[in-house]
């Protein structure tokens, strides 16, 4: 197996990473913004208003995005393990 080709699976696999990560750390983001700036507002400083919604939203984006997460994640795994003769061969 050549160094690109290292290169270029784990380029791969990070990118797979990103892309199925991204919508559950964007909107737990998202939402710790908005309760930290309304904590600031009413000056409310309680921890699990700060851990609930956060929960909450990322099992909303699980269960709306969850079976694309899924799709994806089998489709890279697919990749990986058909490109293995290929590489070792």
Do not use: C, D, H
Request: proline letters at 4%; aromatic letters at 4%; glycine letters at 6%.
């Amino acid at each position: 197996m050549e160094a690109q080709q290292v290169l270029s699976a784990g380029q791969q696999g990070l990118l797979v990473l990103l892309m199925v990560a991204a919508p559950v750390l964007l909107v737990v983001l998202v939402v710790g913004l908005v309760v930290s700036i309304f904590q600031a507002a009413t000056q409310i400083n309680e921890a699990t208003l700060s851990f609930v919604p956060k929960i909450v939203g990322a099992a909303v984006v699980l269960a709306v995005a969850g079976p694309w997460m899924l799709a994806t994640l089998v489709e890279y795994l697919q990749r990986t393990l058909q490109a293995i003769p290929a590489a070792v061969g």
